[in-house]
């Protein structure tokens, strides 16, 4: 073999200059940096997005306070002109809801209705377009202006439906504004600001929680998050640093102990949830269409029918003594208070009106009004049971029928005990609340919002839905023009 020559040695490698970096060092500190980059972009849209949520939440509470003093103003002229003349009613309240009517099927086309049904069917409409329609900005203020122009004519209807639709316009218009196109995050939006109008409406933030897990949610398979509390939480506490720590039925230092005193648990929530269960389902009847005449007359002429509402609404008040007009606050009020007594025909005449305000169109809620006859029914019922607390039984009558009517237990519960500023009663309320649920569902096996909502999809999907062609003519019918020719 021969011999194999020496391999030279490698030459020794050349010193790198001073301040050079190696290629796979500088690729390691570029991606640092990329990352870095990246992570302050997030950091800086996600607190962008979080104070636009408290600027909405803020808004909200801000909105709910305008309407509430809106509202409050409007039931202080009707109260002007039922002292200058009780019979001025006659041609005010017909004129007003034919007004008001106008109004929704022209300027403001829907804004009829509670709000909290449209709110809700929002969280189920795939078709955004409808969505951004039936959420715009325009339409919550005619909700907002049309509410207190009702108030005013002497419905009997209230503010906090109405709350909760401009609560979710408003965290929906924010929504757009941030661009979000994830429908998740889009429902989340609507539901949280829907809570927080229902929450700055009543000053209940609890209660805004809880409606939102409730009543809101409970049939789109939604979640809350801890976007959705915030937002109802600084919405509630906006509500609170513009008209103070105020509660709906003041203080209740009142008590309902295991025992003798559970009667009126028993005897309000049986007839709570009857009376709530009954208007209920007529409610869901009626949003079908009135039947016979009064249906025709009502689907031919709109505007005169609400006219006639409001000729009813007016008697009703005359007959009532004008206690019936508007949410009946003052009246609940004054009955837990014992400063005054009302008559069973307050609750029969209060619960006319309000089923005669719905069937009218116009808009507006249900809530307060359902406060004010289920405090009637409590008032009512106190005179028969001597040993229970007086004011402990209308809190009783006001959960129970508000529970028969929304068929909400844990909604009503906590409204009543945050607008009564009372936890002692808490266990009372419950079981009152549970066994009015129970009892509505006999009578109306379908809960009222969710009903509505669905008759509102439905009502939606109809007017989208393309006309029908024409069939052809039958070959005989052909035969039999050509005849006639």
Aim: proline fraction near 6%.
């Amino acid at each position: 073999m021969a011999d194999t020559l020496p391999t030279p040695p490698s030459p020794a490698p050349k010193p790198l200059p001073p301040g050079h970096v190696s290629s796979q060092h500088a690729l390691r500190r570029k991606d640092r940096i990329h990352h870095l980059r990246r992570s302050a972009r997030a950091t800086t849209t996600q607190w962008r997005r979080t104070v636009i949520y408290w600027i909405g939440a803020v808004l909200i509470g801000v909105v709910a306070v305008l309407f509430a003093r809106m509202g409050d103003a409007a039931a202080d002229l009707r109260t002007r002109i039922l002292e200058w003349h009780p019979w001025a009613m006659l041609f005010v309240a017909p004129a007003g809801l034919a007004f008001i009517t106008w109004m929704t099927r022209t300027l403001f086309k829907g804004a009829q209705g509670s709000g909290i049904p449209q709110t809700i069917a929002t969280l189920h409409i795939e078709n955004y377009t409808m969505v951004d329609r039936v959420l715009a900005l325009k339409i919550s203020v005619g909700k907002i202006l049309l509410t207190c122009l009702g108030l005013l004519c002497g419905a009997s209807i209230g503010r906090e439906g109405p709350s909760v639709q401009v609560g979710a316009s408003i965290m929906h218009a924010f929504s757009r504004l941030l661009g979000q196109s994830n429908i998740a995050a889009k429902r989340s939006m609507i539901l949280a600001g829907g809570a927080a109008g229902m929450a700055a409406a009543f000053n209940t933030p609890l209660a805004g929680i809880v409606f939102a897990i409730e009543e809101l949610s409970h049939s789109f398979e939604q979640r809350t998050s801890g976007r959705t509390l915030t937002v109802v939480v600084v919405s509630g506490v906006t509500a609170i640093a513009l008209l103070g720590n105020y509660t709906y039925f003041g203080h209740a230092d009142v008590d309902i102990p295991v025992g003798t005193a559970w009667i009126a648990v028993l005897t309000c929530g049986i007839l709570g949830g009857l009376a709530g269960g009954t208007f209920a389902a007529l409610v869901i009847k009626a949003s079908r269409g009135l039947p016979g005449p009064v249906g025709r007359f009502a689907g031919k002429r709109p505007i005169a029918f609400a006219a006639a509402c409001g000729l009813v609404l007016a008697i009703i008040g005359l007959i009532s003594k004008g206690t019936t007009y508007g949410t009946g606050y003052a009246q609940a009020r004054a009955i837990f208070s014992g400063t005054e007594h009302y008559p069973a025909s307050f609750f029969v005449l209060k619960y006319l009106a309000m089923l005669v305000s719905y069937c009218s169109g116009i808009p507006g809620g249900m809530f307060a009004p359902s406060l004010a006859i289920g405090a009637a029914i409590g008032g009512w019922v106190e005179q028969f049971l001597p040993h229970t607390t007086p004011g402990a039984v209308v809190l009783l009558g006001t959960v129970a029928y508000f529970c028969g009517v929304a068929q909400s237990p844990l909604t009503a519960t906590i409204i009543v005990m945050e607008m009564c500023d009372n936890q002692q009663v808490t266990l009372a309320l419950l079981a009152t609340s549970f066994l009015a649920f129970g009892v509505s569902r006999m009578v109306c096996p379908r809960p009222l919002y969710t009903a509505l909502a669905d008759r509102f999809m439905e009502a939606n999907e109809h007017a989208l839905r393309p006309p029908r062609p024409e069939a052809p003519e039958s070959n005989t019918a052909s035969i039999e023009n050509k005849k006639a020719l």
